[in-house]
């Protein structure tokens, strides 16, 4: 399908921050756009404002002065919802409130043309269930946009059971001529950004939760070594736990319960505080005026004594043996055994399979067992979480310490907990990406798209599942499903039926 042309009015109903930024990139891209607002003066203050953004661009060289004044010209600010009636395309930004949406769009179907296009800009409420209540639900579908809008480049196009499929597709084509990036996604309890991203915060809560370590240091540890542009507790708190607390609530009660998507205590008892983050104050870090921002813990210089041994070729095998070369340390290869990547006097090194450290040590008869952190990126990664069996000797954990601090790495010891933090986080959004994917929600493509740009994570779950390798995945998070016993880390079946096949999920 094509785009809607230029000559196709935009409307858009709510001038809070996200309407406006809709707004904004509607006229950037040559559309009249009509903004209305039930707050009296809004709508002027939003085109006032946009027009602000324009000239700053221009004064930037990145719009000439002449497109800056014609978009700006282009913003019309209405009064009353007869004045979107030549409307094409009708979009709103309200309160999330499925009976304020409902009555606006069946308002909208009595004034409008039979071909305007509804575009719900929700991000939590069924389209299926806001399209209920139109004559023609065919003409609505979710358009998704991320904040700030003129920033962000994903838009999901969202599809509910009622909307016409050619709808979707000029949507999507119009999202795309607007400069944006859009990706299908139909409406189940999160779309596809709200949905997979709940591990990202799940799973570092239920790390603070069993002492795992603070909050500075597992961020610290999700940043430096799993390339996430913000540890979990920074963004949490950004976002407003507030916010994040409802979302996470709606996606599991939506879910009818599942497991999955559990809240957390820890995050309940902020929101009861009402300690919400940075718009407060406080949240799990102490915004307040003088307040000391807590450092990683860091573990202190070690030697790294004994002979060094090498085992496999692995990913991190290699990028230890580079980094041991660059800092002058001589060890010795071999073939991999029992899935360790290193030797140095009597620790053996594991990457984490989700086992925690004493079990793998009881399971293997190998007491001085030490266990690293997956990373994005060994070869750059500038920290990485490290933990011990409680049987492993003194001696034998500092030379490993050692061992990794000369190779170049900030090391934070855990505690003894099964998946450590990036392999367990990165393991539980690839499983959730998975499912997505294999209950229709979306393809692969549009899973890993969404979540780099819809929250900006450094690779998408899906492809960095295929890069780790899907059978290491999947034995992650059977490991965890046995520690804890819980459904929530049950299987993916698209993951499942990837390692039989012996494919990747993007093949």
């Known amino acids: 399908m094509s785009a809607l042309s230029t000559q196709t009015v935009i409307a858009v109903v709510g001038t809070g921050a996200m309407g406006a930024g809709i707004a904004q990139v509607a006229a950037a891209a040559g559309h009249t756009v009509k903004l209305l607002d039930n707050r009296p ?10 027009r602000a953004q324009f000239e700053k661009m221009a004064a930037k060289g990145k719009l000439t002065a002449t497109d800056a004044k014609a978009a700006g010209e282009r913003l019309i600010p209405v009064e009353q919802l007869a004045d979107l009636a030549d409307a094409g395309l009708i979009t709103e930004a309200i309160v999330e409130n499925l009976d304020a949406k409902q009555a606006l769009y069946r ?16 991000s939590s409420i069924s389209v299926t269930a806001i399209g209920a209540a139109l004559k023609h639900p065919e003409r609505l579908a979710g358009l998704h946009f991320f904040n700030p809008a003129p920033l962000m480049a994903l838009v ?3 599809s509910g059971l009622a909307t016409d499929k050619a709808i979707a597709e000029t949507l999507f084509a119009t999202a795309a001529a607007w ?8 409406s189940t309890p999160g779309f596809i950004v709200n949905r997979v991203a709940r591990p990202y915060y799940a799973e570092a809560l239920r790390l603070a939760h069993e002492g795992a ?12 070594a799993g390339g996430f542009r913000m540890g979990p507790f920074e963004l949490m708190d950004m976002i407003g736990h507030d916010v994040n607390f409802a979302v996470t609530n709606s996606v599991w009660r939506a879910f009818y319960n599942d497991q999955r998507f559990l809240p957390s205590l820890l995050q309940q008892e902020l929101v009861d505080a009402g300690f919400f983050g940075k718009k407060t104050g406080r949240g799990f870090y102490n915004y307040r005026e003088g307040a000391v921002r807590p450092e990683a813990q860091t573990e202190a210089a070690q030697t790294p004594v004994g002979k060094i041994m090498l085992f496999g070729e692995s990913t991190a095998t290699e990028a230890l043996a580079d980094r041991l070369q660059h800092c002058g340390l001589s060890f ?27 079990q793998r040590a009881y399971e293997s008869g190998v007491a001085n067992t030490v266990l690293i952190d997956l990373a994005l990126d060994y070869d750059k990664a ?18 490993a310490i050692g061992l990794m601090q000369a190779a170049g790495f ?29 209950q229709g929600v979306c393809d692969a493509k549009a899973a890993d798209a969404a979540m780099r740009l819809g929250v900006n994570y450094p690779c998408g779950p899906l492809a960095w599942a295929d890069a780790v390798g899907l059978p290491v995945i999947r034995d992650v998070l059977a490991n965890l499903g046995r520690t804890y016993g819980e459904d929530r880390y049950r299987i993916s079946p698209l993951i499942q039926q990837c390692v039989f096949a012996g494919k990747k999920i993007h093949d």
């Open 41 to 50: 003066g809004a709508a002027e203050k939003a085109v006032a404002g946009i």
């Open 156 to 158: 999901e196009i969202v």
């Open 107 to 122: 308002d909208l179907e009595a004034i409008v043309g039979p071909d305007c296009i509804f575009g719900t800009n929700t």
């Open 382 to 399: 500038t920290r990485l979480a490290l933990s011990t069996a409680q049987q492993c000797e003194d001696l034998a954990a500092s030379a």
């Open 179 to 186: 400069g944006k990036t859009p990706v299908h996604a139909k």
């Open 213 to 224: 370590a603070d909050y500075a240091t597992i961020d610290a540890c999700c940043r430096e």
């Open 332 to 358: 010795s290869r071999a073939a991999d055994s029992d899935g360790r990547i290193a030797e140095i006097g009597r620790a053996a090194i594991y990457v984490t399979d989700g086992r925690s450290a004493n």
């Open 410 to 438: 900030a090391v934070s010891r855990f505690a003894d907990v099964p998946g450590l933090a990036v392999m367990r986080t990165v393991a539980m959004l690839a499983n959730e990406a998975a499912d997505a994917v294999n």
